[in-house]
């Protein structure tokens, strides 16, 4: 048996979006709207769940390569416009990487909307560790920006 282990870390993220946070939180909570920044264009979908309401799942499972990613959610709380808190599994070729909890907070800012990307994350096993998490998600958050900035 392979040797087990836990890292427990947390990162924060804050964004300044020129969008209103109506606008901000439809990218984050419309199927459509979500799947245009978050999924990956040449991955080969596998899976799709989307059921975003408080006690719903989410699922966006797909193949890469030879690389297979599946992210599965559980909204916890929401709040229109304001607030979304959600946990989640990350797997990467059927190894279980992480369980994290995120709260997604959307502020009203005179630039627009100001976004704040709390995650709190157990990295099992060596698999995945807070920072490369927090680089991907800087990257999805960049990627959400430039679909704000799109329409």
């Not at 040797?3 to 020129?18: G, L, W």
């Not at 978050?38 to 596998?46: G, R």
């Not at 909307?113 to 991907?136: C, I, P």
């Amino acid at each position: 048996m392979s040797e087990r282990s836990v890292q427990h870390d947390t990162f924060v993220i804050e964004k300044i979006y020129p969008a209103r946070p109506e606008r901000v939180y439809f990218a984050l909570s419309d199927q459509k709207a979500k799947k245009a920044w978050f999924s990956h264009a040449a991955s080969e979908v596998i899976e799709e769940v989307w059921d975003f309401r408080v006690g719903g799942t989410e699922v966006n499972a797909g193949r890469t390569g030879d690389m297979e990613h599946r992210f599965v959610a559980t909204y916890h709380d929401i709040v229109e416009n304001e607030r979304i808190v959600y946990s989640y599994e990350m797997y990467v070729n059927g190894v279980k990487l992480s369980v994290s909890q995120t709260t997604i907070e959307i502020r009203p800012d005179d630039a627009g909307a100001r976004l704040v990307f709390t995650e709190y994350g157990a990295f099992l096993d060596g698999h995945d560790n807070v920072k490369d998490r927090e680089h991907g998600t800087g990257e999805l958050l960049e990627l959400l920006g430039s679909s704000l900035s799109d329409s």
